[in-house]
């Protein structure tokens, strides 16, 4: 799948989305031989599934203190569970169509 592309199904299917945060979730989604959700077969269909993985895993990074509680030692799943609560309110904010 092109960069471009998954950057403008970001864009779509998260207008509350910062300024060019979409092109940063898409390179790094998109990265060639990562195994990343980007370079799966249902990404390369532009499927929103895929696409919604790869912004909720920019935001739990980006957006949360998950990589803080790696840092601590926390178990993936121990990080994840702290911070869904944080990381879904992000996700409904990019998810409206107009900001506040």
């Known amino acids: 799948m092109s960069i471009e592309r998954f950057t403008g199904q970001v864009r779509e299917l998260f207008p509350g989305c ?3 945060r979409e092109m940063i979730i898409a390179e790094h989604a998109c990265l060639k031989y990562s195994n990343r959700v980007g370079r799966t ?5 532009l499927d929103a599934e895929a696409v919604e993985l790869a ?3 920019h935001i739990r ?3 949360t203190g998950y990589d803080t509680l790696l840092a601590k030692g926390y178990e993936r799943w ?3 569970n702290q911070v869904r609560e944080a ?7 990019w998810k409206r169509t107009e900001r506040l």
Request: aromatic content about 0%; hydrophobic content about 45%; charged content about 30%.
């Open 18 to 20: 910062p300024p060019n």
């Open 41 to 45: 077969a249902t990404a390369k269909k």
């Open 78 to 80: 121990e990080a994840r």
């Open 55 to 57: 912004v909720i895993a």
């Open 61 to 63: 990074h980006a957006e």
């Open 87 to 93: 990381a879904n309110r992000v996700l409904a904010d």
